[in-house]
Nanobody
């Protein structure tokens, strides 16, 4: 599976961005997908996950109410809508897939990572 993330960029605090991640190589429609991020000097952390059917979408506490994860299984794509961005959201964002699960309640196990897309939020 190859995961191609896009949509990052530079935005002012309070602004919005929408990240996309397209999977290729095999269908991911039956599996859990999600987003992680890694800020400079910090460990990679879970941001959001989504069930195969989109019915369950756990989030990290730091992004609840501001970020929304969604998916389009027909396009093999997962999205992350990020609103009211803060400087602390600055990081490289990675999409990921767990090919062993169709349901997620929290941070997902990862079988494949995308290449990452940079999000920079200025104050």
């Amino acid at each position: 599976v190859q995961l191609q993330a896009s949509g990052g960029g530079l935005v002012q605090a309070g602004g919005s961005l929408k990240l996309s991640c397209v999977a290729s190589g095999r269908s991911t429609r039956n599996f859990v997908m999600g987003w992680f991020r890694q800020a400079p000097g910090k460990e990679r952390e879970f941001v959001a996950g989504i069930n195969s059917d989109g019915a369950s979408t756990p989030y990290a506490d730091s992004v609840k109410g501001r970020f929304t994860i969604s998916r389009d299984n027909a396009k093999n794509t997962v999205y992350l809508q990020m609103n009211n961005l803060k400087p602390d959201d600055t990081a490289v964002y990675y999409c990921a897939v767990d090919l062993r699960s169709y349901r997620v309640l929290g941070p997902l196990r990862v079988d494949y990572w995308g290449q990452g897309t940079q999000v920079t939020v200025s104050s």
